[in-house]
C-alpha cells in the first residue's frame, strides 16, 4: 500500500501571511514540517502542495518533492485532491504546513487504522483536552467518539456537557475534565487526516454540508454524507503557528529541542 504525505501550504494565511516562509533556526517553517514529516515510517515520500511560486521555489531549494496547484481551491483537502489525482497511491495523509514540531511518530498512528483495517476510509487524531479553558475555548475543536473510537461529531463548543447535580463535584469535574461517573474525559481535535485517495476524491467533490458551514468544520462534510472518521487518540498536542506570538513559542521550544 502506497501511503503520501502532503503538505497544503498556502503562502497567503489570512491571519499569518507568508508564515510558511517564515525562518525558524534558519529554515522555512514548511522545510521543518517536511524533514520531521520524512522520518514518518509509513510514509513512502511527502510532496508539499503550493499554489505560489515562491513556497514551491522555497520547497525545490531544500530538495522537496513539490506540486503546483491552481489557486482556486476553497481547502488544503481540495488542493490534495487535485494532486492525488495526478498520482499512484493508496492513502494520503494531509499534514498541516504550519506545525514545525509535528512528531513523526503521530502521523505513523493515524495512519496505521487503515493499513489494518479495509473498512476505515478516514482516520484523525485527538488528545484528551488540557483543561477547562481549553474545553471551552471555541478555537479549539472537540469531538466526541462512539464504543469503536469513530467520530459521533465534532464541534466548537464544550462537547460534550458534564451533567453533575452536586456544586462541589460539578466544580472538581470542570477543573479535572473528568467525569465523576463516566470516567469520560473530553477529546481535542488534532488536524491531522488520512484518506484513502478514493475517499478523499470523493469527499473532495461534494458540496458544502449544512454543518459544515455552520460550524466552519470541514470534517462534518464527511459525518453527514455518512463516512465514519476513526479517531486515534494519542497523548500529544500539536504546537502551531497562527500568529506571530505562536512563532516566537515555537522559536524557543525547537532551540530547547536542539540543546
Given at each position: 500500500?502506497?501511503v503520501?504525505g502532503?503538505?497544503?501550504?498556502?503562502?497567503?494565511?489570512?491571519?499569518?501571511?507568508g508564515?510558511v516562509?517564515?525562518?525558524?533556526g534558519?529554515?522555512?517553517?514548511v522545510?521543518?514540517?517536511?524533514?520531521?514529516?520524512?522520518?514518518?515510517?509509513?510514509?513512502?515520500?511527502?510532496?508539499?502542495?503550493?499554489?505560489?511560486?515562491?513556497?514551491?521555489?522555497?520547497?525545490w531549494?531544500?530538495?522537496?518533492?513539490?506540486?503546483?496547484?491552481?489557486?482556486?481551491?476553497?481547502?488544503?483537502?481540495?488542493?490534495?485532491?487535485?494532486?492525488?489525482?495526478?498520482?499512484?497511491?493508496?492513502?494520503?495523509?494531509?499534514?498541516?504546513g504550519d506545525e514545525?514540531?509535528?512528531d513523526?511518530?503521530?502521523?505513523?498512528?493515524?495512519?496505521?487504522?487503515?493499513?489494518?483495517?479495509?473498512?476505515?476510509?478516514l482516520?484523525?487524531?485527538?488528545?484528551p483536552?488540557?483543561?477547562?479553558?481549553?474545553h471551552?475555548?471555541?478555537?479549539?475543536?472537540?469531538?466526541?467518539?462512539?464504543?469503536?473510537g469513530?467520530?459521533?461529531?465534532?464541534?466548537?463548543?464544550?462537547?460534550?456537557?458534564?451533567?453533575?447535580?452536586?456544586?462541589a463535584?460539578?466544580?472538581?469535574?470542570?477543573?479535572?475534565?473528568?467525569?465523576?461517573?463516566s470516567?469520560?474525559?473530553?477529546?481535542?481535535?488534532?488536524?491531522?487526516?488520512?484518506?484513502?485517495?478514493?475517499?478523499?476524491?470523493?469527499?473532495?467533490?461534494?458540496?458544502?454540508?449544512?454543518?459544515?458551514?455552520?460550524e466552519?468544520?470541514?470534517?462534518?462534510?464527511?459525518?453527514?454524507?455518512?463516512?465514519?472518521?476513526?479517531?486515534?487518540?494519542?497523548?500529544?498536542?500539536?504546537?502551531?503557528?497562527?500568529?506571530?506570538?505562536d512563532?516566537?513559542r515555537?522559536?524557543?521550544?525547537?532551540?530547547?529541542?536542539?540543546?
Amino acid at each position: 500500500m502506497v501511503v503520501v504525505g502532503m503538505i497544503p501550504a498556502r503562502y497567503s494565511a489570512t491571519r499569518f501571511p507568508g508564515k510558511v516562509l517564515v525562518e525558524i533556526g534558519g529554515k522555512p517553517m514548511v522545510q521543518h514540517v517536511y524533514e520531521r514529516a520524512l522520518r514518518a515510517e509509513s510514509l513512502e515520500k511527502v510532496i508539499v502542495a503550493t499554489d505560489d511560486e515562491r513556497v514551491a521555489h522555497a520547497a525545490w531549494a531544500f530538495g522537496a518533492q513539490v506540486a503546483l496547484t491552481s489557486p482556486d481551491h476553497a481547502s488544503g483537502t481540495d488542493r490534495l485532491a487535485e494532486v492525488a489525482r495526478q498520482i499512484e497511491c493508496d492513502v494520503v495523509v494531509n499534514i498541516q504546513g504550519d506545525e514545525p514540531l509535528i512528531d513523526p511518530a503521530i502521523i505513523d498512528r493515524a495512519v496505521e487504522p487503515l493499513l489494518r483495517d479495509h473498512h476505515v476510509r478516514l482516520a484523525t487524531l485527538a488528545t484528551p483536552v488540557a483543561g477547562p479553558e481549553e474545553h471551552d475555548n471555541p478555537t479549539v475543536v472537540k469531538v466526541v467518539v462512539d464504543a469503536k473510537g469513530d467520530a459521533l461529531y465534532f464541534s466548537r463548543l464544550p462537547i460534550p456537557y458534564f451533567r453533575v447535580d452536586d456544586p462541589a463535584t460539578r466544580e472538581a469535574a470542570r477543573a479535572t475534565r473528568v467525569h465523576p461517573e463516566s470516567g469520560l474525559r473530553p477529546l481535542k481535535h488534532i488536524g491531522l487526516y488520512v484518506y484513502r485517495k478514493e475517499t478523499l476524491l470523493w469527499f473532495s467533490g461534494l458540496p458544502k454540508s449544512a454543518l459544515e458551514t455552520t460550524e466552519g468544520l470541514e470534517q462534518l462534510r464527511a459525518l453527514e454524507n455518512g463516512c465514519r472518521i476513526r479517531v486515534v487518540t494519542v497523548d500529544y498536542s500539536p504546537v502551531g503557528v497562527d500568529t506571530p506570538e505562536d512563532l516566537e513559542r515555537v522559536k524557543v521550544l525547537l532551540e530547547a529541542q536542539s540543546e
